[in-house]
């Protein structure tokens, strides 16, 4: 019992000595956190670092998520004010928002179709993959949905999920470049990709894998996309 006593003690005194230090940093040597802005345009949930020390930040649209929640519970959401539109909105509707660390001052980024439909198959990019492609460009791949949200006076339905989106320093926006296919006999329930997974290859292609093809759903066989597609970042190709 002596040896797994002392091993015991041994273990006791490591774990009080990294939690000593995480009380204490030493920013010099280990570095810390700290405040550039309190607003950054949008809820920073993807952030993607661009050239000229600037962020692309995208959220989640602030709608109710009807299909999600019984009654009781979306009732109290309404009430609580969580779900009001961004407060940095103004005459359109986005979930982006470039932030610039050098001036600490970000851009709303209007990209989302505005005309109900083209935004049924194209748009929304929060819940998208994404990854750097070999010239600097980011690539999106699928996304979200909502139905019918109300905004200045125009009813707004946006897609996204069959979207390739490509964003570059010169445009300073999402370009949809590609369609991914719909799902199987041309289900759009299903369909597309949510939360899906973007990688570039060394020959500088990029895979697009997994997902959802709707919001999560254990027990619906359809929800799940066990497949893969390859986007060619050459023109024609």
């Known amino acids: ?119 049924k198959n194209q748009g929304y990019a929060f819940c998208m993959g994404h990854s750097h492609l070999a010239d600097g460009s980011i690539l999106g791949a699928g996304g979200d949905q909502f139905w019918w949200h109300t905004y200045k006076g125009v009813n707004m339905t946006s897609d996204g999920r069959r979207d390739v989106r490509v964003w570059t320093e010169e445009s300073n926006t999402w370009t949809s470049v590609a369609k991914m296919p719909p799902g199987p006999n041309g289900n759009n329930t299903f369909s597309g990709r949510w939360y899906p997974t973007v990688i570039t290859l060394p020959d500088e292609k990029a895979m697009i894998l997994g997902g959802h093809t709707v919001y999560y759903d254990p027990a619906q066989p359809l929800a799940n996309n066990p497949t893969y597609e390859m986007y060619h970042p050459i023109p024609n190709n």
């Not at 797994?4 to 030493?26: D, F, I, M």
């Open 1 to 119: 019992m002596a040896p797994r006593s002392l091993l015991l003690k041994a273990a006791t005194a490591a774990v009080l000595a990294v939690a000593a230090n995480a009380q204490s940093p030493n920013a010099a040597t280990q570095g810390e956190w700290t405040t550039l802005s309190e607003n950054a345009g949008v809820v920073p949930i993807h952030m993607l670092y661009l050239p000229g020390d600037k962020i692309v930040i995208t959220e989640r649209i602030h709608v109710l998520p009807t299909d999600q929640y019984d009654p009781a519970i979306m009732e109290a959401f309404r009430g609580s004010g969580f779900y009001n539109d961004n407060k940095n909105l103004g005459e359109f509707l986005t979930d982006t928002a470039v932030f610039d660390l050098k001036t600490k001052q970000f851009q709303m980024i209007d990209y989302i179709p505005k005309v109900e439909e083209v935004g």
